[in-house]
């Protein structure tokens, strides 16, 4: 049975998908363009890989952390840390809702990734997608995409058939801060770079207070972060095991009981996690529009002004 044919008007069709995104809960929205993607994005991870005749990219980004959660001990963090959970969600209802509205196929993108190349290789890039739709730009820390109201988010990404008009890039870069330039200038670090606990941060920024370099080991970061409460590093260690005896200590030794843990409740860090770049970062934590309480203070003071 041949598709029946609609007339959709494409930026009222992007208008509808954007306020979905923004109804349920996302705190930016765009559209990327896919050919920039294609340019960027290597052979077998480009969106016409997953979807071949996708022609909208949608990204969305949800709020990071609490403004109390940067006030935690680091060994507290993994437990609530993550809020991508909720980013995933947002984007796996907008894929029926676009199919719902607009008749045209959609999905949510995976953020997993590609199982025939390894853990380092994401099947899609969500960041170069949420990069390209203008909601965020890279930062001196590993790359980490920022944004200069909302600060530090978790993005998700949605393909489609349906045609939408794609936005462009952020013009300015948030990344560095006035207060990080100032510290660069003084001791040749940022505070990302400074108080990286295994300092796998590096850069530099030029005469005009832009990034001129930005350098991350990656592997030295994640076996710092991810040696502990990964569950294939658990059960390595378990059928490694000598005795039954052994394996019953490592399956419940208290390393372990915290992995059993996150599990059962659900919780989103599943792997250990390390924010200390974000931590210190002033735009991650001092972005008009952070975090839920600096949210709150700016709907109040819209009130107040439109009271008047």
Known sequence: MPKRKRDIDPEEAKKKVLEYCLRKGALAAGVADLDAINRIAPAGHRPNDMMPRVKSVISLGVGGQTQGAWTVPAKAMAFFGSTEGRAYTIAYGLSFFIERTFGERAIYTPPDIDPELGPRVPLQSLKLHAEMAGIGARSLAGDILLH????YMYFASVFTELELPPDEPMR???????SCVSMYRSIGRTPCMKFCPIQCLSGAIDEDGNQAE??????????????????????????????????????HKPENKTLWYKMSVGSGGLLAQCFECMRVCPIATQAPLADPIRRLEAAEDAAEEAAE
Do not use: F, H
């Not at 200069?148 to 600060?151: A, S, V």
């Not at 300015?172 to 006035?178: D, K, Q, S, T, Y």
């Not at 080991?217 to 378990?238: G, L, R």
């Open 214 to 251: 930005m350098n991350y080991d990656m592997a030295a970061c994640a076996e710092m972060t991810q040696q502990y409460e990964t569950i294939s590093s658990v059960m390595n260690e378990v059928m490694s095991a000598a005795s039954a005896e052994e394996r019953e200590s490592l399956l």
């Open 148 to 151: 200069p109201e909302y600060g």
């Open 172 to 178: 300015e870069n948030p990344c560095p801060a006035p």
